[in-house]
Protein backbone atom coordinates (compact mmCIF):
# COMPACT_ATOMS: atom_id res chain seq x y z
CA UNK A 1 0.00 0.00 0.00
CA UNK A 2 1.16 3.70 -0.70
CA UNK A 3 1.17 6.38 2.25
CA UNK A 4 2.27 9.38 3.13
CA UNK A 5 3.19 10.73 6.40
CA UNK A 6 3.89 14.65 6.92
CA UNK A 7 5.92 14.47 10.53
CA UNK A 8 4.60 17.52 11.87
CA UNK A 9 1.08 19.08 11.75
CA UNK A 10 2.15 22.53 12.60
CA UNK A 11 5.05 23.95 12.31
CA UNK A 12 6.38 27.94 13.76
CA UNK A 13 9.05 30.14 11.90
CA UNK A 14 10.54 33.41 12.10
CA UNK A 15 10.48 35.71 9.45
CA UNK A 16 13.84 35.62 7.60
CA UNK A 17 14.91 31.59 9.51
CA UNK A 18 14.93 28.42 7.87
CA UNK A 19 11.96 26.13 6.88
CA UNK A 20 11.95 22.60 6.80
CA UNK A 21 8.96 20.42 6.45
CA UNK A 22 8.91 16.64 6.88
CA UNK A 23 7.28 14.24 4.34
CA UNK A 24 8.15 10.37 4.72
CA UNK A 25 6.67 7.91 2.18
CA UNK A 26 5.56 4.56 1.18
CA UNK A 27 5.16 2.81 -2.29
CA UNK A 28 5.85 -0.25 -3.94
CA UNK A 29 6.65 1.30 -6.93
CA UNK A 30 9.30 4.21 -8.32
CA UNK A 31 6.81 6.80 -7.23
CA UNK A 32 6.41 10.56 -8.18
CA UNK A 33 6.28 13.03 -5.40
CA UNK A 34 5.19 16.66 -5.23
CA UNK A 35 4.58 19.57 -2.72
CA UNK A 36 1.86 21.27 -2.75
CA UNK A 37 0.35 24.51 -0.91
CA UNK A 38 -2.89 26.04 -0.18
CA UNK A 39 -3.55 29.79 0.90
CA UNK A 40 -6.81 29.92 2.76
CA UNK A 41 -9.86 29.55 0.78
CA UNK A 42 -7.73 28.79 -2.19
CA UNK A 43 -7.60 26.03 -4.23
CA UNK A 44 -4.11 23.63 -4.35
CA UNK A 45 -0.67 25.33 -6.21
CA UNK A 46 2.36 23.14 -7.10
CA UNK A 47 5.49 23.54 -5.28
CA UNK A 48 7.73 21.10 -7.15
CA UNK A 49 7.39 17.98 -8.08
CA UNK A 50 10.12 14.75 -8.46
CA UNK A 51 9.54 12.30 -10.93
CA UNK A 52 12.73 10.13 -11.26
CA UNK A 53 15.33 12.47 -12.47
CA UNK A 54 17.48 14.54 -10.36
CA UNK A 55 17.38 14.21 -6.31
CA UNK A 56 17.66 17.64 -5.41
CA UNK A 57 14.34 19.40 -6.70
CA UNK A 58 14.09 23.15 -6.83
CA UNK A 59 10.45 24.90 -6.70
CA UNK A 60 9.03 27.75 -6.70
CA UNK A 61 9.48 30.96 -4.26
CA UNK A 62 13.12 29.41 -3.28
CA UNK A 63 11.82 26.13 -1.91
CA UNK A 64 13.13 22.79 -2.64
CA UNK A 65 12.94 19.05 -1.41
CA UNK A 66 15.41 16.62 -1.59
CA UNK A 67 14.61 12.69 -2.30
CA UNK A 68 15.95 9.96 -0.40
CA UNK A 69 15.35 6.72 -0.96
CA UNK A 70 17.18 5.02 1.74
CA UNK A 71 14.77 7.00 4.11
CA UNK A 72 11.49 7.14 2.27
CA UNK A 73 11.66 10.50 2.38
CA UNK A 74 10.89 14.16 0.44
CA UNK A 75 11.18 16.85 2.82
CA UNK A 76 10.63 20.42 1.84
CA UNK A 77 13.25 23.75 2.82
CA UNK A 78 13.51 26.90 2.23
CA UNK A 79 16.33 28.99 3.79
CA UNK A 80 14.24 32.25 4.64
CA UNK A 81 10.94 32.26 5.21
CA UNK A 82 8.62 35.06 4.11
CA UNK A 83 5.32 35.86 5.93
CA UNK A 84 3.45 35.26 2.49
CA UNK A 85 4.33 31.76 2.88
CA UNK A 86 2.26 31.34 6.07
CA UNK A 87 -0.36 28.66 4.52
CA UNK A 88 -0.99 24.80 4.61
CA UNK A 89 1.55 22.12 2.89
CA UNK A 90 1.15 19.04 1.00
CA UNK A 91 3.20 16.21 0.56
CA UNK A 92 1.82 14.03 -2.15
CA UNK A 93 2.59 10.65 -3.75
CA UNK A 94 1.40 9.21 -7.10
CA UNK A 95 2.42 5.70 -6.96
CA UNK A 96 0.28 4.24 -9.21
CA UNK A 97 0.69 3.55 -12.72
CA UNK A 98 -2.30 4.40 -15.22
CA UNK A 99 -4.07 6.38 -12.75
CA UNK A 100 -2.38 8.52 -11.22
CA UNK A 101 -4.54 9.63 -8.40
CA UNK A 102 -2.81 11.61 -5.58
CA UNK A 103 -1.79 10.24 -1.94
CA UNK A 104 -1.53 13.39 0.41
CA UNK A 105 -0.31 13.82 3.60
CA UNK A 106 -2.50 15.14 6.14
CA UNK A 107 -1.07 18.67 5.62
CA UNK A 108 1.50 21.24 7.56
CA UNK A 109 -0.26 23.98 8.49
CA UNK A 110 3.16 26.99 8.62
CA UNK A 111 2.94 29.75 10.65
CA UNK A 112 5.73 32.88 10.03
CA UNK A 113 6.04 35.02 12.43
CA UNK A 114 7.02 38.35 12.40
CA UNK B 1 -3.42 30.54 -12.47
CA UNK B 2 -3.76 27.50 -13.61
CA UNK B 3 -6.41 27.28 -16.40
CA UNK B 4 -8.65 24.66 -14.42
CA UNK B 5 -12.33 26.61 -13.43
CA UNK B 6 -14.73 24.90 -11.38
CA UNK B 7 -18.60 26.26 -10.87
CA UNK B 8 -19.93 27.52 -9.11
CA UNK B 9 -17.61 28.42 -6.22
CA UNK B 10 -19.47 28.24 -3.49
CA UNK B 11 -22.82 26.78 -3.09
CA UNK B 12 -25.74 25.41 -0.02
CA UNK B 13 -27.78 22.17 -0.54
CA UNK B 14 -30.12 20.33 2.08
CA UNK B 15 -29.49 17.13 3.08
CA UNK B 16 -31.28 14.52 0.62
CA UNK B 17 -31.36 16.97 -2.21
CA UNK B 18 -28.71 16.47 -5.80
CA UNK B 19 -25.84 18.86 -6.35
CA UNK B 20 -23.49 18.76 -9.56
CA UNK B 21 -20.01 20.71 -10.11
CA UNK B 22 -18.38 21.16 -12.68
CA UNK B 23 -15.05 21.62 -14.12
CA UNK B 24 -13.38 23.06 -17.14
CA UNK B 25 -9.79 21.43 -17.75
CA UNK B 26 -6.74 22.72 -18.89
CA UNK B 27 -6.21 23.76 -22.42
CA UNK B 28 -4.87 20.32 -24.09
CA UNK B 29 -5.60 18.29 -20.63
CA UNK B 30 -7.50 15.16 -21.33
CA UNK B 31 -7.36 13.29 -17.97
CA UNK B 32 -9.35 14.85 -15.10
CA UNK B 33 -9.25 14.13 -11.55
CA UNK B 34 -11.94 15.29 -8.53
CA UNK B 35 -11.18 15.11 -4.67
CA UNK B 36 -13.02 15.83 -1.79
CA UNK B 37 -11.43 17.95 0.63
CA UNK B 38 -12.82 18.09 4.35
CA UNK B 39 -11.93 20.87 6.47
CA UNK B 40 -8.83 20.20 8.13
CA UNK B 41 -7.64 17.35 6.38
CA UNK B 42 -5.84 16.75 3.13
CA UNK B 43 -7.82 15.63 -0.22
CA UNK B 44 -9.18 12.11 -0.77
CA UNK B 45 -9.45 11.12 -4.18
CA UNK B 46 -13.25 10.25 -5.22
CA UNK B 47 -12.35 8.97 -9.28
CA UNK B 48 -10.73 9.83 -12.14
CA UNK B 49 -11.67 10.55 -16.06
CA UNK B 50 -9.82 9.63 -19.36
CA UNK B 51 -10.77 10.45 -22.42
CA UNK B 52 -14.29 10.34 -21.36
CA UNK B 53 -14.45 6.88 -19.25
CA UNK B 54 -13.43 6.66 -15.51
CA UNK B 55 -9.77 5.44 -15.04
CA UNK B 56 -9.95 4.51 -11.30
CA UNK B 57 -11.92 5.43 -8.23
CA UNK B 58 -11.09 6.01 -4.58
CA UNK B 59 -13.54 4.44 -1.48
CA UNK B 60 -16.61 6.97 -2.39
CA UNK B 61 -20.03 5.29 -2.27
CA UNK B 62 -22.03 5.24 -6.14
CA UNK B 63 -24.05 8.23 -5.54
CA UNK B 64 -20.61 9.68 -6.25
CA UNK B 65 -21.07 9.74 -9.42
CA UNK B 66 -19.19 11.58 -12.87
CA UNK B 67 -18.81 12.80 -16.46
CA UNK B 68 -16.17 13.65 -18.74
CA UNK B 69 -17.39 15.29 -22.24
CA UNK B 70 -15.54 15.31 -25.62
CA UNK B 71 -14.33 18.75 -24.71
CA UNK B 72 -12.14 16.68 -21.47
CA UNK B 73 -14.67 19.36 -19.41
CA UNK B 74 -15.95 16.92 -16.17
CA UNK B 75 -18.86 17.38 -13.65
CA UNK B 76 -19.19 15.62 -10.65
CA UNK B 77 -22.58 14.81 -9.66
CA UNK B 78 -23.58 13.55 -5.88
CA UNK B 79 -27.17 12.34 -4.98
CA UNK B 80 -28.70 11.79 -1.35
CA UNK B 81 -26.76 14.23 0.22
CA UNK B 82 -25.51 14.10 3.28
CA UNK B 83 -24.38 16.57 6.45
CA UNK B 84 -21.00 14.71 5.74
CA UNK B 85 -20.38 15.56 2.19
CA UNK B 86 -20.06 19.31 3.26
CA UNK B 87 -16.43 19.97 2.16
CA UNK B 88 -14.42 21.50 -0.71
CA UNK B 89 -14.33 18.98 -4.26
CA UNK B 90 -11.31 19.99 -6.19
CA UNK B 91 -10.83 19.11 -9.93
CA UNK B 92 -7.30 18.41 -11.35
CA UNK B 93 -6.21 17.90 -14.67
CA UNK B 94 -3.34 16.30 -16.48
CA UNK B 95 -2.20 16.65 -19.80
CA UNK B 96 -2.40 13.07 -20.09
CA UNK B 97 -3.17 9.70 -18.30
CA UNK B 98 0.27 9.01 -18.15
CA UNK B 99 1.70 11.85 -16.53
CA UNK B 100 1.82 12.48 -12.98
CA UNK B 101 1.82 16.19 -12.31
CA UNK B 102 -1.76 17.57 -11.91
CA UNK B 103 -2.84 21.53 -11.94
CA UNK B 104 -6.20 22.18 -9.51
CA UNK B 105 -9.05 24.44 -9.99
CA UNK B 106 -9.74 26.71 -6.96
CA UNK B 107 -12.17 24.62 -6.02
CA UNK B 108 -16.15 24.28 -5.09
CA UNK B 109 -17.01 24.99 -1.10
CA UNK B 110 -20.70 22.67 -0.73
CA UNK B 111 -21.70 23.39 2.61
CA UNK B 112 -24.88 20.62 3.42
CA UNK B 113 -27.60 21.99 5.63
Known amino acids: AQSVTQLDSHVSVSEGTPVLLRCNYS??????LFWYVQHPNKGLQLLLK??????LVKGINGFEAEFKKSETSFHLTKPSAHMSDAAEYFC????????????FGTGTRLKVLA | ETGVTQSPTHLIKTRGQQVTLRCSSQ?????VSWYQQALGQGPQFIFQ???????GRGNFPPRFSGLQFPNYSSELNVNALELDDSALYLC????????????FGQGTRLTVV
Open chain 2, 92 to 103: ASSLDVGVPEAF
Open chain 1, 27 to 32: SSYSPS
Open chain 1, 50 to 55: YTSAAT
Open chain 1, 92 to 103: VVSPVAGTYKYI
Open chain 2, 27 to 31: SGHNT
Open chain 2, 49 to 55: YYREEEN
